[in-house]
């Protein structure tokens, strides 16, 4: 098996050996699962060492014939689009492994379930074969399912059952764009790469019907206002593992299909929707942010918080600068490991008292010092705080949004661009004042004798979040070794979008 086949396969090999045991065996799941996802993982930072960063195209490909008589591929590999994502993908899997040894109930079907859905993660990330990503993007789903409807809270049916009507809503349509394209190309083919070299077949309202078709699929998973109302139940309900994975992968898997798939095979239309695709990512980030200031519940807070955060990356998208191409990528894996820390954190005080009420605490920082600093820094790294990661990435994907250089205008001569990035910026405010609230209420002031008898962070719990706040104060100290890895890759997206250099 090579590299790639082993980082994406590794997981459901696990899952495959975890169904061959008896259901009592409890200890061994949780070692299984830890070890799969764990060689998932090594794997994957061993390629660090051989990836090319100087090289824009694929590495560590993989192509064998499949389904000749459809021109079908088993045809994988990484650039610096994609590479970022799969180390994303496979570190906060396992942290979230570790996160889920507190999992008491169905634990043999729980962690079958996580190892598939960890598999159905990386193949989309390394796919580039229509046939195959669209195997992937749908294994996903049923997976993330069981994982919501069986071991989340309250309302776990009804949030399992809107999260999947509504990504199979989307599949749908990215079904329909992917057929579409196979039978225009000639000669027919389902090669992302060879499509993305022949795009000049894809012309007229041909180009911008498909174009629009498949930014639908990927927009709900991102997700894009008004395609977003699946994603605070499902965070809010799903158990605190499953919260990471939801928030940290799968909400990039659409700003990724739109930046491997929609932008570089449809250029023209994807130009021609840069205001729209920007003022959506507006409508993300003021909305998000204000709706997140209007809950109590923690967990929801975060959970659209996240709708705030993907907008940054939508704007740096829509930007079409290498500068806004670079953060948007960025963006994504910072918003991957605050948002990852900020729900383990959640989940961490929420095991403890069973509820997330941001008004039941006060005082906690002088009994849970540890706890309070690790959540204040991810708090301020997710309100982008200076030397923290998310600050890096939000000022990358503004400055590439500010100096693009569209040439179309609102409201008499105010560029499009320069008018919504300097309103944008009242996200970052409104993102400031309720998480500053939350940790006023939650930490400061009087402490709640209620909670007298509660107890900092265990070794798991720390085992799980320290990398993470490590990654958070790397990146923001010094994330260039992160933005290397993506420049060449996203210089040569840039160039084939715009023509140029």
Known sequence: MSTLSLITFMPVLGALLILLLSKEKVYLHRFIALLFSGISF??????????????????????ISWIPAMGVQYHVGVDGLSYPLVLLTTL??????????????????????????????????????????????????????????????????????????????????????????????????????????????????FQYVVFLLSFIGFAIKVPVFPFHTWLPLAHVEAPTAVSVILAGVLLK?????????????????????????????????????????????????????????????????ASFTLTGFNGAVLQMINHGIITGSLFLLVGVIYDRTHTRDIHAFGGLGARLPIYTGIMTVAVMASLGLPGL?????????????????????????????????????????????????????????????????????????????????????????????????MDSTMSSLIHLITGVK
Not at 42 to 63: H, N, W, Y
Not at 259 to 267: A, Y
Request: glycine fraction near 6%.
């Open 389 to 485: 990661a998310g600050f890096v990435s939000e000022f990358l994907c503004f400055l590439g949004s500010f100096t693009s250089a569209s040439q179309r205008v609102v409201f008499s001569s105010i560029p499009a661009f320069k008018f919504f990035t300097a309103l944008s910026v009242i996200g970052i405010l409104i993102t400031a004042a309720f998480f500053l609230r939350m940790v006023q209420k939650v930490f400061l002031g009087k402490f709640n004798e209620k909670w007298a008898e509660l107890k900092d962070m265990n070794f798991r719990e720390l085992i799980a979040v320290i990398p993470l706040t490590a990654l958070t104060l790397w990146i923001g100290v010094a994330p260039g070794w992160l933005i290397r890895m």
């Open 42 to 63: 090594i794997t994957s930072i061993a390629l660090f060492c051989s990836f090319d960063r100087a090289t824009p195209g694929m590495q560590f490909v993989e192509k």
């Open 253 to 317: 898997l659409g700003t990724y299909g739109m930046m491997r798939i929609s932008f570089p095979l449809f250029p023209q239309a994807a130009l021609w929707f840069a205001v729209p695709l920007l003022i959506l990512a507006f409508i993300n980030i003021i909305y998000g942010a204000f709706v997140a200031m209007a809950q109590k519940d923690m967990k929801k807070m975060v959970a659209y918080s996240s709708i705030n955060h993907m907008g940054y990356a939508l704007l740096g998208m």
């Open 92 to 205: 906060l899997s396992l942290l979230s492994i570790i996160a889920s040894f507190n999992i008491t109930n169905r634990v043999k079907e729980y962690f079958f379930w996580f190892l598939l859905l960890e598999t159905g993660m990386l193949g989309v990330f390394v796919s580039l074969d229509f046939f195959l990503f669209y195997i992937f993007w749908e294994v996903m789903l049923v997976p993330m399912y069981f994982l919501i409807g069986i071991w989340g809270g309250p309302q776990k049916e009804y949030a399992a059952i809107k999260f999947f009507l509504y990504t199979l809503f989307g599949s749908v349509f990215l079904l329909i764009a992917i057929l579409a394209l196979y039978f225009r190309s000639e000669p027919h083919t389902f090669d992302i790469l060879q499509l993305t070299a022949q795009n000049s077949q894809f012309i007229g309202k």
